[in-house]
């Protein structure tokens, strides 16, 4: 009887400085707390970087958008999960939950997505650091002037390849 062998894949968190550092240098005065980035994640897995920006999910390189290298990675376990089905289940994100007119940078934006990729691919969840972050900003009143204004950003780091294209 012949063994049928898994092929396991390690899941990685890629996680970006937006601000550069300047966050933490502007946000006590801002906000009157400090906020140590403005965080963007990315899932790396299968040799390619996935993200969900104002385009929609896009893909890359490892490294590859204008951002450059990862300020962070973050292991986030194995899976496995084929790529085959893997593309099949962001496909489908793309057409729905994921489409780049769902972009909203503080309710659906790119940490919600690896959020729910890692759970789908792990079983876990990103870090809860990154996923509090918006609330943060929001409890404050300097957070809930500005939130008109950010609400109207769509980030989306040049350099990917978006996955489902069709207008939405």
Do not use: W
Not at 47 to 56: A, L
Not at 70 to 80: C, K
Request: glycine share 10%; with cysteine.
């Amino acid at each position: 009887m012949e063994k049928n062998e898994t092929t396991i894949y390690s899941v990685q968190l890629y996680i970006y400085d937006l601000s550069r550092g300047m966050a933490r240098n502007l946000s006590p005065i801002m906000l009157g707390k400090s906020v140590s980035k403005a965080v963007h994640t990315a899932i790396v897995v299968y040799g390619d970087e996935f993200f969900f920006g104002g385009v929609g999910i896009s893909s890359c390189s490892p490294g590859g958008t204008m951002l450059g290298s990862p300020d962070t990675v973050v292991e986030l376990g194995n899976t496995e999960v084929t790529e085959e089905i893997f593309m099949d289940y962001l496909s489908s994100l793309g057409e729905s939950t994921y489409r780049g007119d769902k972009y909203r940078l503080f309710e659906h934006n790119c940490n919600t997505f690896t959020n729910e990729v890692a759970q789908f691919l792990t079983g876990r969840k990103i870090p809860s650091y990154i996923t509090d972050l918006p609330s943060e900003v929001l409890s404050t009143p300097f957070g809930q002037i500005l939130r008109p204004i950010l609400d109207s950003i769509h980030i989306a780091p040049p350099g990917g390849n978006v996955i489902n294209g069709r207008p939405s």
